[in-house]
């Protein structure tokens, strides 16, 4: 598909990526193909003069942040978009000629056609939590990151285990860095790409809450698996105390906790995508103590001594934690996965769905987005609920959320 001639007399749709939302994660960028999706220091942006619609960059983006749309007559130039802290009121000037072609006009427009197509996805728009608390953003960027100190570097697995995953602390000093549950940070990794270029920054979920490791601690952690030829995941489970890192962010406005004691919160992860979940079970256990909400946890890994935090977890009470764990790879025993946990405890599942104080949070391993759906589906069918409906109605509530990579 080739880009299309922008009339600049009459208004058109313009893609725009919300900067208040996006994480800097790269992952539109890596995925257009016509390279339209750009970025500097401060934001990722799509060039008009390049976007052809493809919509390819859509579902892979783990917030929905690039799936923005403006009616406009002069589309925002590169520089403009760069410029940007939140993305622009829709011009009145511009609705009211688009209002001019008529509903049923602009449902024909191929771009819109495919735009809703694409809200289908998996993924779908993200939206906060109502109750969720107002997060800072984008504080600190490349150009000006925060510098952070390790106090902290251990080894979550067993030493037997295949994969290395790391809590790794890191102190803000006198510096502002302030976070929510279910936020992420950038890591910088020093020195330059093959090509000589710095290289990509990249995303890593806060494992701590809000208050850090410890009650009045300026700090924050992190859980990180040692990646085979990872540039940053190498970087970070190397460092030791003392090292200083460069960090920008935070990031990520819609992965939000709901701060209302009275939520249920059922989470799905694999491996490091039990980050965020540490950070809301902590925030309940220190600040939400005698919480009428439920909290439910399917944490999927290869094997126990895999198991990102293993112990510790067991030392979660139940009444504070429901604890579902799905191990795919121990000898003897069928290959479970989270969402084979889910359907052999779907009364619980059902239970928590039939309530409208429920969330639910996906993270971890984008191949699990499809399986964990299916299940919801299956356990919906058994519980006389319509899945379909119910999914799409807790989206727009701000009560589902995916974070998958
Ligand atoms: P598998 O044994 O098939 O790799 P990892 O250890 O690589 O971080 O993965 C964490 C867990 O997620 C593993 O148990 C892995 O199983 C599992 N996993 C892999 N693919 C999926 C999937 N599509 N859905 C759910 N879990 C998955």
Redesign the pocket.
Known sequence: MNAPVLNTTAPHKQHLIDPEICIRCNTCEETCPVDAVTHDDNNYVVDPDKCNFCLDCIAPCPTGSIDNWRMVGKPYTVAEQFSWNELPVQEQIELNAAAEKGDGEAEDDEAARLIAQAHQGAGGKSIAPASASKPKINLYNRSKPALATVTGNLRLTAAEA??DVRHIILDFGAQVFPVLEGQSIGIVAPGTDKDGKPHNIRLYSVASPREGEKTGANNLSLTV?REPNGVCSNYLCGLKKGDQVQVTGPFGATFLMPDDPSANIIMIC???GSAPFRGFTERRRRNMKDAPGRMMLYF???RPE?LPYFGPLQKVPDGLLRKHF????VAGEP?T???DRMRQTADEVAVFLKNDRTHVYLC??K??ES?VDEAFADICRGAGIDWSGLRTQMRAQGRYHVETY
């Open positions: 295949d994969n698996k694999t491996g490091t999927g890994a290869r895999e799905a191990y795919s790879r290959k996965y989270v969402q971890g391993l191949g699990m399986g």
